[in-house]
Each structure stands twice: as C-alpha cells, then as structure tokens.
C-alpha cells in the first residue's frame, strides 16, 4: 500500500518538478523535441481539417552537416523514414508542370524523360529554386502521397532556410519550412513548419498522433545523419 501512495504521489507532484519547470532553451539543450501542433476545425462538417506543425530541436552538428542532409534530397530515401523516391525536375519540364499535371505521376514522368534533369546540378548559393517529385508512405490519416513541390533556398550567414510549396491541388495541400540556424556552441537550432491537410475526416487526437509520430522520427533521422556526415567530412 505505501508503495501505491508513492506513486500516486509522484504523480500529483511531477507537474512542479524542476524537469516541468525548465525553459524552452533548456529543454532544447536538454535534447527535447519542441512540438506545437494545433488542428484547426474543418470549415464544414465532413471536410478535412488543417494541421499546423512548428517544431525546433539542436541538432549535435554543425549547421553544414545539416543543410547538406537537408539539401540533398536524393539521399532522403535512404535514410529518412518513409521517404521512398526523390528527383528532380528540369527547368525545361518544370515550366510545363501545372496542377492539373502535378497530381498525375505518369504526365510527371512523361516530362521527366522529356526534359530530363541533369544528374547533381552545381554552382547554388545565395538564392535558388528547385522542383521536386517524392513520394512518401506516411502514417494514415495523411496516408501515401506522391507529390510535386517547388522548393526555394535561402542562404546566408546567418541561417539557411528551405521552403517548399506543393504544386498538386488536386489532393491535399501542404507548404512549409526549415530553418537551419548556427548556435554560439557549434550545434545547430532546426526550425520545421509544416501546414498539411488531411485527405478526409478524422478525429483530431488520430491526426495530431500522426504528425507527431512522423516529427519525432524525422528529427531522430535528422540528427543522426548530420552527425554521419560531419564524422565524414572530419575524416577528410
């Protein structure tokens, strides 16, 4: 019996631990996964609802190590989960894809062997724009999605920023963020924002559980990536 009122306890006094107690700041340094996920109410009654994600995490990497893991999304599929194809586009096939076009895989791949994309194109920096066909095997209720997404970069001194806003309207829609910012210690502070609709009605504890499960396993995927690849570039 002592030990039950122990626990129970523990349980009524843990919202006034110093652990609950902690800043923002502290959490991140402590390796915390800050998550704000808010669904907004569908516009009528049966339509899809809107997922809005804001996330920050510091990555143990330099802000390089995890802007080239970001960038070169043709690695993605190796090492981000749930990531199963990345390619790119020309900017001769791009031009020609409309909505319409974007949410058909097969015209996508018909421009692609078109106006094929060189393989690894050279010289970006500073500002530059880029489109992208993926396609992904996500958790329900976002389920498996192919999509097209025009990407824009921004780099500087003081923070990189990649933002991409999808093309195909003809399933749900999506555009967001990532912000990859040097911290004074040599790590980097990661900032995600991701705007999603869900493809049909579903309770929002299902949905938030979604989205939080697939940020919790790209930040864990983030991390240790950029860490592979600072190792790499400290052994050359």
Do not use: C
């Not at 306890?9 to 843990?14: F, Q």
């Not at 704000?36 to 143990?60: F, K, N």
């Not at 999304?73 to 020309?90: A, C, D, I, N, Y």
Request: aromatic residues 10%.
């Amino acid at each position: 019996m002592r030990r039950y009122m122990l626990v129970a306890l523990l349980l009524i006094l843990l919202p006034n631990t110093t652990l609950a107690k902690q800043t923002d700041e502290e959490k991140l340094d402590s390796g915390w996964i800050l998550k704000e996920i808010t669904i907004q109410e569908p516009a009528a009654e049966g339509e899809p609802s809107w997922a809005l994600v804001r996330v920050q995490a510091v990555i143990d990497s330099s802000p390089k190590a995890v802007w080239t893991a970001l960038t070169d999304m043709e690695r993605w599929p190796k090492w981000l989960p749930m990531s199963q194809k990345v390619g790119f586009l020309s900017p001769e096939a791009a031009a020609l894809v409309t909505p319409e076009v974007a949410g058909d895989e097969n015209q996508v791949m018909a421009l692609d062997r078109a106006h094929p994309a060189s393989p690894n194109p050279a010289g970006y920096s500073g500002h530059w724009q880029r489109t992208a066909y993926e396609f992904y095997n996500l958790p329900w209720p976002i389920k498996n999605e192919w999509v097209v997404r025009r990407y824009t970069y921004d780099e500087s001194a003081e923070k990189d920023r990649a933002a991409w806003r999808k093309l195909d309207s003809k399933t749900q829609d999506d555009d967001g963020y990532w912000e990859v910012i040097a911290r004074a210690d040599g790590k980097t502070l990661l900032k995600y924002y991701y705007r999603v609709k869900a493809k049909e009605s579903v309770p929002k504890p299902v949905f938030k559980a979604a989205i939080g499960l697939t940020v919790n396993s790209m930040i864990k995927a983030v991390r240790h990536e950029s860490a592979r690849l600072d190792a790499q570039l400290a052994s050359h």
